[in-house]
């Protein structure tokens, strides 16, 4: 078997090299990037980057920028996500019932906003939410609400931004959700309705617990995409207005790519992924312990 | 019956409802693309072009050099797709069916790469690249696709299924491991590497966040960086941004609507294993 040993680690060789060399060294100079004030001037000459400690992290922590940023970001965490799980889970129910017509149809149309490219459907979409000409506020007038200024305002251009990840991300999960449906057996529902029970108890009592450990990975699935947050606002609104559509990401992006402050942008990253790994841990812990 | 029937026609309409919501914001793109320049802010609002015109795209080509981008894009996407779909499909095999040292522990460490962001790694990546001479080069975008933890992943759950007396037989015949690979190891994992393929090249098209920051020349744009760049100069050119999403999103679109079946595939093999 020597010779499938040599070619195993032949074949692997190739990938595990890139991915070495582009991922995990990378990682690993992130978090060392993130104790030093490498800035522009060690572009140039990298001696001119010094250990610092936790300075950046101090920094960070006292920065109001930063901490808007955190919000912001949170804010489209914890509202976005459920939200998203949640369209995604009634459309999954209404395509996986069986008095839907063209099934197949419906899913290929929900799904497709997943694939568009984000940039150009920001495009898009930043002037559907145009205050006076755009399509939603003049829906809106139509039944007498609005106009709401979506992107202009600071209250509304986070809400704009989740109306938009909803859209584009439902059909993701959707898909997922309806496979889990399918795969509920049917003679429960038939058992509950015998029991009496109505269309919530039974959707209470079978099809939650059904999907559970299910619904668990697309609601950490969702909440990891979530927290990385960027080209959205990068293309509708700058971060603006008044920092309230700035996420952790942007700040990284703009902290280590236009200012060329890169220690202090390696400890955003870094800091991000101690936040998605607390908000995974969390999320795990919240399903067990509602079981 | 009729409270069925009633129930069967409100489930409908919803599910038609929900597909007009879901198309709108793709339909108006297409529209307000042909609309004739300043169309799109005129009350009561069209929502068909009158007269439609293709100057937005004429312009598009002729001054901006969205054709370059296009051509970029696209050479980023087909690269990166033929070397994700060998480099991971080889790797994705090997970890499934070559015993080799140290296999399962690597594998392992592999997947605790999932759970950490590119972002950590994206700064230093830079410098890499840049120190290689790689910034600003279609190269340096195409690289870091090549080969992903995901891709290595969901070969390998697939070749978990060849069975191993295929792998021996063709050992016993005196088959060398790379015949063994071609013309055995690739007909069976046909499927997931069509899955593989139409992963890669829709991820590859659609990212904007590397390609950003490791491209610096505008002649180097891709699609979404060229466009993205376009939007911040021609904010108020609706007709004309339309026109540019139209041509960003209908080569993805367009393949997806052929090859969905094999996408869906890849999607549940990721969710539902994983």
Redesign the interface.
């Known amino acids: 078997?020597r010779?499938?040993?040599?070619?195993?680690?032949?074949?692997?060789a190739?990938?595990?090299f890139?991915?070495v060399?582009?991922?995990?060294?990378?990682?690993a100079?992130?978090?060392l990037?993130s104790l030093t004030d490498f800035d522009i001037y060690a572009?140039a000459s990298p001696d001119a980057a010094r250990f610092v400690g936790l300075t950046n992290y101090e920094r960070l922590v006292a920065d109001p920028v930063f901490r808007k940023a955190l919000f912001n970001t949170l804010y489209f965490v914890v509202v976005g996500g459920p939200l998203s799980v949640a369209v995604s889970l009634a459309?999954a129910l209404?395509?996986a019932?069986k008095?839907?017509?063209f099934p197949g149809l419906?899913r290929?149309?929900?799904?497709?906003?997943v694939?568009?490219?984000?940039?150009?459907?920001a495009?898009?979409?930043?002037?559907?939410y145009h205050p006076?000409?755009g399509?939603l506020n003049?829906a809106l007038g139509a039944v007498g609400l609005g106009p709401i200024d979506w992107l202009g305002d600071p209250r509304w251009a986070m809400p704009g931004i989740i109306l938009l990840a909803v859209?584009k991300n439902f059909?993701?999960n959707m898909?997922?959700l309806i496979?889990g449906l399918q795969r509920i057996p049917e003679e429960l529902y038939e058992a509950a309705a015998l029991d009496g029970a109505g269309w919530w108890a039974r959707f209470r009592h079978v099809t939650l617990p059904g999907l559970g450990p299910?619904l668990l990975?697309?609601s950490v699935l969702t909440m990891?995409g979530n927290?990385?947050l960027?080209?959205e606002p990068?293309?509708m609104t700058q971060g603006g207005p008044l920092r309230s559509t700035t996420t952790l990401?942007m700040l990284?992006?703009e902290e280590?790519?236009r200012w060329w402050r890169?220690g202090h942008?390696?400890s955003i990253?870094?800091l991000?992924?101690v936040i998605?790994?607390a908000g995974?841990l969390l999320q795990l812990r919240l399903q067990r312990e509602s079981r | 019956m009729s409270g069925?029937r009633a129930?069967?026609v409100a489930?409908?309409l919803?599910?038609a409802g929900?597909?007009l919501l879901?198309?709108?914001?793709?339909l108006?793109?297409v529209s307000?693309s042909f609309m004739p320049a300043g169309q799109?802010?005129?009350?009561p609002?069209r929502l068909l072009p009158d007269p439609a015109v293709t100057d937005h795209y004429r312009a598009l080509f002729a001054r901006l050099h969205l054709a370059r981008a296009f051509a970029n894009s696209t050479a980023i996407a087909l690269t990166a797709t033929a070397f994700s779909v060998l480099?991971?499909g080889?790797?994705g095999?090997?970890?499934a069916k070559?015993?080799?040292?140290g296999?399962d522990r690597?594998f392992r460490l592999?997947l605790i790469?999932l759970?950490?962001?590119?972002?950590?790694?994206?700064?230093?990546?830079?410098?890499?690249f840049?120190s290689l001479g790689l910034a600003n080069t279609l190269a340096g975008v195409v690289?870091?696709s090549?080969?992903?933890?995901f891709g290595?992943f969901m070969v390998r759950q697939y070749a978990l299924g060849i069975p191993d007396e295929m792998l021996d037989a063709a050992?016993i015949d005196g088959a060398?491991?790379?015949r063994i690979?071609l013309s055995i190891a690739v007909p069976q994992l046909k499927p997931i590497l069509v899955t593989l393929a139409v992963f890669t090249f829709?991820s590859t098209?659609?990212d904007?966040?590397w390609p950003?920051?490791i491209l610096s020349d505008d002649a180097k744009y891709t699609?979404?960086?060229a466009?993205?760049s376009l939007?911040g100069e021609h904010v108020q050119d609706?007709e004309l941004?339309?026109a540019?999403?139209v041509l960003?999103?209908i080569p993805?679109?367009v393949?997806?609507?052929i090859l969905?079946r094999h996408?869906?595939r890849g999607?549940?093999a990721g969710?539902?294993k994983?």
């Open positions: 078997m010779g499938e040993g040599r070619a195993g680690w032949g074949f692997a190739p990938a595990l890139l991915i060399t582009c991922f995990f060294l990378p990682v100079g992130g978090l990037l572009i459309a209404l395509l019932s008095l839907a017509r419906y290929s149309i929900y799904f497709a906003p694939v568009t490219t984000l940039v150009a459907v495009v898009v979409w930043r002037y559907l006076r000409y399509l003049l859209w059909g993701y898909l997922i496979a299910m990975f697309v990891l927290f990385q960027f080209a990068y293309v990401v990284m992006y280590g790519f890169m942008a390696a990253a870094c991000l992924f998605m790994l995974t | 069925r129930q069967s489930l409908n919803a599910l929900g597909a879901t198309l709108a914001p793709l108006w793109m307000a799109t802010n005129t009350l609002p480099i991971n080889m790797a095999f090997a970890f070559l015993r080799f040292a296999r690597i592999l790469g759970v950490i962001p590119v972002q950590v790694g994206m700064l230093p990546l830079f410098l890499l840049k690289i870091p090549c080969a992903t933890i290595i050992r060398s491991e790379t690979f829709l098209w659609n904007f966040l950003l920051v699609l979404p960086v466009l993205a939007s609706t941004m339309m540019g999403a960003t999103v993805v679109l393949m997806f609507v969905q996408y869906v999607l549940l969710g539902i994983g």
